[in-house]
């Protein structure tokens, strides 16, 4: 299996997924629950030219958006503000004109959620998450076989919850900062190899989109200077690195800045203020994060509900002890991860409302391939570890598609899943 | 030489391919069937099928109907509510507009106007209020006279 057939297949088995999903009745329309108010700005913006939302809150719903979508009122000014920022919606827009230049088509009605509108943005996300795992192919190409790029490109797209945020969950953010992050590396190590003009501009555009898209995500963006840090000997190299190119470091951060913009003047707008926690009461708690549960409850645990992830965690260590020119990649994000990790276990709602497995993940799992490749690799030195592999991933794979399709079907719960619950369903479909 | 012919082709067949479903998406037969911005089905107290409409909602009717009566009505959730306006449009041209301030059904009955090209019109509903959960005014079964 090469690994661009491997990426064919993968992109037509989400097309495939998300028919299912709303061809069977599965799921109700895809712009839902989180997935209304990443949008929502689309309508706002290119069908009333209105910033506020107001005009949407008008027509969609009577004046006044419900409390469940996260845009409230700000008590100051009475204007909304969304608790979720722009960025989806900027990477959504270029599929918008067609939804709507084809609602104007048909005679539907063009208030940016019907039909057309609605698989338009959910079709958005498929691209995304199918766009993401070619650019962790361009990422692991040059350092590992063909082969070894597929199985990886195959276990984490199907061994992970990624597939359902691929499909199911396709509007949420997601698949576009699992897009972002494998863009993000790939032009890192394009950078660090050939600090180029155009590289730089790229790097400030996706490490503004980053931010727009959730901004707990700008801790990531670390990861730029980081790259190559934890090698012997290389902050000396590094430092004069940046200061030979410190043109194209001021001109990375200018776009990213330029970027970022628009979301605070849209914070301005609606309070009066350019930077605004829109979670009011609702925050971090620093002091008691629950890090066992985000990593192995049968709650949401990142390595119960997707366990290939421990193969891909043993594989970084393996790339930090290799020659591999990706292992500086492999210090920044153990680092990062575990900030990471610490973040979302400190959020209040830990589990972060209704999901399949630890969704904050998704948005690092291109890190998580940085591990499998080099597993596979290891693996493939030798036919009795290659087949002790095989068997595990296989079943870790199993478990999780079959899983996930529980979920679909409602056998497994949005959230508070427990110990009880888990064994009553586990393996069983009726 | 073959390379060439070869990609004339499929930007041809590509072209031929978009112009049919472009055709079809014109005037699809499914729209009949199709409506937004409605909650589901359920049955009023008087066995009377209804469903909520939300802030808009859409649906289609004939186009050789001459007239359609559209059964409507709000329901309060406190005797404090304001009543609901909803307007009613076709195709986008405003044909009517309702105040709702009692909880009777009101049937609305709207002449369709003339020259349509298409086999369904666009009814649109839009209220300026809803009460919780999104749900704006109820609407049963419409009628179509021909």
């Known amino acids: ?430 | 030489m073959a390379l060439k012919e070869t990609r004339a082709t499929s930007a041809m067949a590509a072209v031929l391919v978009l112009t049919g479903v472009l055709w079809y998406l014109r005037d699809p037969s499914w729209l009949a069937s199709y409506s937004s911005g409605f909650h589901p089905w359920q049955i009023a107290s008087d066995g009377r099928p209804y469903r909520w409409t939300k802030g808009h909602a859409s649906f289609f009717v004939p186009s050789d109907a001459r007239r359609i009566t559209v059964p409507l009505r709000s329901v309060n959730e406190t005797p404090q509510d304001w009543p609901v306006t909803a307007t009613i449009t076709i195709d986008d041209r405003v044909v009517d507009r309702v105040t709702f301030r009692d909880e009777d059904w009101h049937e609305l009955s709207i002449r369709l106007p003339g020259n349509a090209t298409r086999h369904v019109r666009r009814v649109d509903i839009t209220v300026d209020r809803v009460r919780s959960r999104v749900r704006g005014i109820q609407a049963a079964t419409v009628e179509v006279s021909r």
């Open chain 1, 1 to 430: 299996m090469t690994s661009a057939r491997a990426l064919a297949g993968l992109a037509a088995l989400c097309l495939a997924g998300y028919v299912y999903v709303y061809t069977s009745g599965i799921a109700p329309e895809p712009i839902r629950s989180d997935g209304f108010s990443y949008y929502v700005y689309l309508p706002s913006v290119f069908l009333y030219g209105d910033t506020t939302l107001a005009s949407v809150a008008r027509d969609c719903c009577g004046g006044a958006f419900p409390e469940n979508t996260g845009i409230l009122r700000w008590p100051g000014t009475r204007r909304w503000v969304n608790v979720h920022p722009i960025g989806v919606a900027v990477m959504q827009s270029p599929f918008f004109p067609f939804a709507h230049a084809l609602t104007r088509w048909t005679n539907l009605s063009p208030d940016g959620f019907t039909l057309y509108y609605q698989h338009a943005a959910g079709v958005a996300g498929v691209v995304m998450a199918v766009a993401g795992l070619a650019f962790v192919r361009l990422l692991l190409r040059p350092h590992f076989s063909d082969p070894v790029v597929a199985w990886t490109l195959v276990t984490l797209l199907l061994g992970t919850n990624l597939y359902h945020y691929a499909t199911f969950d396709s509007s949420y953010s997601h698949p576009y900062s699992f897009l972002l992050v494998a863009v993000f590396m790939y032009l890192i190590s394009q950078w660090y190899e050939r600090p180029a003009r155009r590289t730089s501009v790229l790097l400030g555009l996706v490490a503004g989109l980053i931010v727009l898209v959730r901004h707990p995500n700008a801790l990531l963006l670390n990861l730029f200077w980081m790259y190559g840090l934890f090698l012997p000997n290389s902050a000396t190299g590094l430092l004069r690195m940046y200061s030979r190119h410190r043109t194209e470091l001021l001109r990375m951060a200018a776009v990213t800045c330029l970027v970022v913009t628009p979301q605070l003047l849209l914070y301005y707008q609606a309070t009066g203020r350019l930077l605004v926690s829109s979670y009011g009461e609702l925050g971090f708690n620093w002091l008691s994060p629950r890090i066992v549960d985000v990593l192995f409850s049968v709650t949401k645990g990142l390595f119960f509900w997707s366990p290939v992830l421990g193969l891909a965690a043993a594989g970084l260590v393996l790339l930090a002890r290799s020659a591999n020119r990706l292992r500086s990649f492999a210090g920044p994000t153990f680092l990062l991860l575990a900030t990471h990790l610490y973040v979302i276990a400190s959020w209040w709602d830990w589990q972060l409302g209704g999901s399949y497995g630890s969704r904050g993940f998704v948005d690092v799992l291109p890190f998580f391939a940085l591990g499998l490749a080099p597993f596979f690799e290891w693996t493939s030195r030798s036919r009795a570890r290659l087949t002790g592999a095989s068997v595990v991933v296989a079943a870790a794979v199993f478990l999780s598609v079959f899983q996930m399709l529980q979920y679909w079907h409602g056998l497994i719960p949005f959230n508070d899943m427990t110990w009880e619950q888990y064994r009553e369903v586990f393996l069983r479909w009726r």
